[in-house]
């Protein structure tokens, strides 16, 4: 089972408006079914902030891999951060810590299918005869 549709399968919507209301951060009220997903645009589906930010150009492909590499960099420091935040009594809550921790496993665990996807993709060009 992929991660993303394990996270789906285990969340509520209670729980996500919870989630929302203890974030501030506006989060949907009902989980997507995977069926629901295959019937959204492409734009719908992308990644934020790593596809629609993509330049035209040669680098472009580069650049959005290091872009997607650079954002669960910055939540796995923000995650470390809040966890030492917590552990020296700083005011940081229990649950904004574990929010953090978990928002940087799942984007670690994408970033990491992304990859096993790009691999798989090289290694079938590879067997392709020309």
């Known amino acids: 089972m992929l991660p993303i549709s394990a996270l789906n399968s285990s969340v509520t919507s209670g729980a996500l408006a919870k989630l929302s209301a203890a974030t501030g951060v506006e989060l949907p009220t009902r989980v997507i079914s995977p069926k629901e997903m295959e019937g959204l645009?492409?734009?719908?589906?992308?990644?934020?902030?790593?596809?629609?930010?993509?330049?035209s150009g040669s680098q472009s492909f580069e650049r959005s891999l290091g872009d997607l590499v650079s954002a669960v960099?910055?939540?796995?420091s923000a995650s470390a951060e809040a966890v030492h935040g917590l552990l020296a009594g700083e005011g940081v809550s229990l649950h904004q810590a574990m929010i953090a921790m978990e928002e940087?496993?799942?984007s670690f665990q994408l970033m990491?299918?992304?990859r096993n996807k790009l691999l798989e993709s090289y290694q079938e060009l590879m067997r392709m005869q020309i």
Do not use: C, F
């Open 41 to 55: 645009p492409a734009a719908a589906r992308a990644i934020p902030n790593v596809t629609a930010s993509v330049p």
């Open 73 to 76: 960099s910055g939540k796995q």
């Open 104 to 106: 940087a496993n799942v």
């Open 112 to 114: 990491v299918e992304v």
